[in-house]
């Protein structure tokens, strides 16, 4: 550790009066507050030499930890046992918790399994519980090692002191879920892939099993959070089976009984086709609708064949687990996944009646998961009221609107395009948009384009009202990436480049049907003015594609472009980072997934040609920054010449003067 820079006795005389270790603690945790690490540091080991002050080095690792200081957190952890500090239950708490913190580090995960080994020693007065063993499987977890998770569970006690309790559970099921997203991530639908995710169901399914026999011994208890990742692991599956079990896992662990017959039983192809038979526009939004449940088939599948099979009834287990927002989130996905959109109505009204049993408030995520279910319904007028009701904040729980809101909204009006007011019902979507959002979304702007052209047959002056409405977000994105582009709150760029650009191809493709259809009808200046619009975007594609093409020549070719990163920030966010992070926990890939799914079920996927694609190539066979410095090298040449020709003047005026 570093010497302090403090003076001895400036430190003797503060010591003074912290001679109670309460005090010392509470006078470490200001000093910390204040980022006064070395001074605390002094303070502490001084201290050391007369009192136990073990929490104030519990406080010391903790800062070092939650700075990413993982080696300097060792050290003090060495430390403190060489001044004869002798470690707690909640110091390996503190270490194990902070090597979870900082997965990225080497010395995190073999060294949280070095300290959980040597607490199993015999000079070890600090035993492990199963605090420190779900600490330790958590560091496991989020390092993405599973052997050494499941080396550690495996040592586990069956019963008494250190036996597993839910969080354990929890952990390694969300742990197992997770590899197996992480190992097939970015990769295409492949055999491998779905080999994958079916082993990781299997462990999944045999894990429950266990969990099962010890809830029904009374070894554990079991919550909403395991029951729920036990849940979203099926829903990895790439059967039908796997998400059809979700529905046997809520009724067995919180008695929410089945909605729809189980897959196999002749019953399900009559639910199916009755929920099938209903009209988008019978149905009502957000409402109590068939909450009477529904009779499952006499033959259920007993414990030895189905894991998930229905336990004999008894209240008391059955009220100790209350369904929550996650309960309700999981349901919809898994209905959305099976297209049982009858079956997702039970269950909505089921949970969120308030008439019933569960009463459940539901949260954003649920009515954005609700707007997914909307959405393969192809119900858009359903949607606009929906959040029509979001914006206006008449709902049960206030929901803040989001860009993924109004994605969603619009692949709901995309998907359903056959419907001819679907494209007015996008068109309040924009105005809500606009009203709501700081700044429009590219992608949102882009699908109310290409749904106003998928309409048949088109009409060039409806066209015209469409490429009106949706000018005025092109032009302030168009300024939000020049002055403006970076989020310095969120931390992330506010809107893509590749975005904005595909936002201004389909308005240009716009352009170019309104004046091929409307070519005969539309007055001359009205034609003047839309060639001199579609020029203006074309260039300004144009200059776009030769900044991206000259941006990814200089990463190949190794060049720094941190400084044309920088430069492009603000002032006051510079040194953030110069490449454009995409936020994950947020959705932002959701218009990505909904153009997918508007495509999906036999619909084709809309794409705009542009006739500028060929103005985009101009200088495709040139380096752009070696062009670029031999028009800078013609600027200097013509800059000296004209300095050359200043100075030869004023020296000739000078030898008339003489």
């Not at 539309?522 to 941006?551: D, G, S, V």
């Not at 920088?566 to 153009?595: K, T, Y």
Request: aromatic share 6%; net charge neutral; glycine share 6%.
């Amino acid at each position: 550790m570093p010497q302090s820079p403090y003076k001895k006795t400036s430190l003797e005389q503060e010591m003074r009066w912290l001679k109670d270790p309460l005090k010392l603690a509470d006078h470490i945790v200001s000093l910390l507050r204040q980022d006064e690490f070395q001074k605390a540091l002094a303070i502490v080991q001084r201290a050391s030499k007369d009192m136990e002050c073990t929490v104030s080095w519990n406080h010391l690792v903790d800062y070092e930890m939650s700075k990413g200081h993982v080696t300097n957190a060792v050290k003090l952890y060495n430390d403190m046992k060489k001044r004869a500090q002798q470690p707690d239950a909640h110091t390996f708490t503190t270490l194990f918790r902070g090597f979870a913190w900082n997965p990225k580090s080497s010395l995190s995960l073999p060294k949280a399994l070095s300290i959980y080994t040597s607490m199993n020693a015999d000079n070890c007065l600090v035993k492990p519980s199963i605090i420190h063993t779900n600490a330790v499987l958590k560091v496991c977890a989020v390092s993405g090692d599973i052997d050494a998770l499941l080396g550690v569970a495996a040592k586990l006690p069956p019963r008494g002191n250190g036996a597993p309790n839910n969080l354990t559970f929890t952990t390694i099921l969300n742990a197992i879920r997770n590899q197996a997203w992480e190992d097939t991530k970015g990769e295409k639908v492949s055999a491998s892939k779905n080999e994958r995710h079916a082993q990781a169901v299997l462990q999944g399914r045999r894990l429950w099993e266990e969990i099962r026999d010890r809830w029904t011994k009374g070894d554990i208890f079991l919550d909403e959070e395991l029951v729920c990742s036990m849940g979203r692991l099926l829903l990895l599956g790439n059967h039908e089976q796997d998400c059809d079990d979700i529905f046997s896992l809520l009724e067995q662990t919180i008695g929410l009984r089945r909605q729809i017959p189980r897959v196999g039983d002749p019953a399900r192809k009559d639910a199916l086709r009755s929920g099938a038979s209903l009209d988008a526009a019978e149905q009502p939004i957000l409402s109590d609708l068939d909450l009477q449940v529904l009779n499952t088939s006499e033959d259920e599948p007993t414990l030895d064949s189905d894991p998930f099979a229905p336990l004999p009834r008894t209240p008391s287990k059955q009220l100790s687990i209350a369904p929550g927002c996650n309960t309700l989130s999981l349901t919809l996905d898994a209905c959305i996944r099976l297209s049982l959109v009858r079956a997702a109505q039970r269950y909505w009204g089921l949970l969120t009646s308030h008439s019933g049993s569960y009463n459940i408030v539901p949260d954003s995520e649920n009515y954005h998961m609700y707007l997914r279910l909307l959405r393969v319904q192809r119900a858009s007028k359903q949607t606009v009221e929906l959040v029509d009701k979001m914006r206006r904040g008449i709902l049960p729980s206030k929901v803040a609107l989001q860009t993924k809101t109004f994605r969603i909204a619009l692949s709901c009006c995309l998907r359903d395009k056959k419907n001819r007011s679907a494209l007015h019902h996008a068109e309040k979507l924009v105005i809500m948009m606009t009203d709501s959002l700081e700044y429009p979304d590219a992608k949102a702007l882009s699908m109310y384009l290409t749904l106003a052209l998928s309409q048949q047959p088109r009409d060039w002056r409806v066209l015209m009202g469409v490429i009106r409405s949706t000018e005025p977000g092109a032009r302030n994105l168009r300024s939000l990436l020049a002055w403006d582009p970076f989020d310095t709150t969120r931390g992330r760029w506010k809107q893509s480049e590749e975005d904005v650009v595909a936002l201004v191809r389909t308005l240009i493709g716009a352009f170019d049907v309104v004046l091929d259809i409307g070519n005969e009808e539309l007055r001359q200046e009205e034609k003047a003015k839309c060639r001199e619009q579609r020029q203006a975007y074309a260039a300004w594609i144009t200059k776009m594609h030769m900044r991206i093409r000259t941006k990814e020549m200089k990463k190949a070719s190794g060049e720094d472009e941190a400084g044309e990163e920088q430069r492009a920030l603000p002032a006051a966010v510079r040194g953030v980072g110069s490449g454009r992070e995409v936020e994950e926990e947020e959705d932002m890939e959701e218009g990505n997934e909904d153009a997918d799914e508007a495509g999906a079920a036999g619909e084709p996927s809309f794409r705009i040609q542009s006739l500028t694609s060929r103005s985009l190539d101009l200088h495709t066979g040139t380096d752009h920054s070696v062009w670029k410095q031999q028009i800078r090298q013609k600027k200097r040449e013509k800059r000296r010449e004209k300095e050359k020709v200043a100075r030869g003047r004023r020296m000739s005026g000078e030898g008339e003067g003489e």
